[in-house]
């Protein structure tokens, strides 16, 4: 079953639901990161967006920091999507940060369009160097928004 036909709209999963759905240990290892290293709370928001045949509706879990998303996960059965965007200005250092991880990493940002305002780029999550990865972007993503702050 899909995670969108688990929880419509009007029933927001709890955090236990969304790691029994997912069930993998590296949710709860991101997770928890990111909550103890940013000061995070994690926001669920719905999305019914109905692209790549219901890829990615459903509840998302989103990673914010001073109003700045870190990342944004997408429960799938067995694993989860991370989505990190970089806005243009962060761009140069994403790519030099994107040449020291894995192959996988490498290749998803290299397809991954650009665009005037910068590029997302959705991750899935199934490995350690993949956590990992994140991990790294998210930390960049959340040095940018202490740029930003101190401008």
């Not at 990111?34 to 967006?49: D, E």
């Amino acid at each position: 079953m899909q995670w969108y036909e688990l929880f419509h709209e009007d029933i927001e999963p709890t955090d236990r639901q969304i790691s029994d759905f997912i069930s993998n240990p590296l949710w709860q290892e991101l997770s928890e990161y990111l909550i103890q290293t940013y000061a995070v709370k994690p926001k669920r928001a719905y999305s019914g967006c109905s692209m790549g045949e219901g890829y990615w509706k459903g509840w998302n879990i989103k990673f914010k920091k001073n109003g700045k998303a870190l990342c944004t996960a997408y429960p799938k059965q067995g694993y989860f999507v991370a989505m990190v965007s970089f806005s243009a200005k962060e761009l140069d250092d994403a790519n030099a940060l994107v040449s020291m991880c894995c192959e996988y990493t490498k290749n998803k940002y290299q397809n991954a369009k650009s665009s005037k305002l910068g590029k997302s780029i959705s991750f899935e999550v199934t490995d350690q160097n993949i956590l990992q990865d994140i991990k790294e972007l998210a930390a960049l993503r959340a040095r940018s928004t202490k740029k930003t702050n101190n401008a």
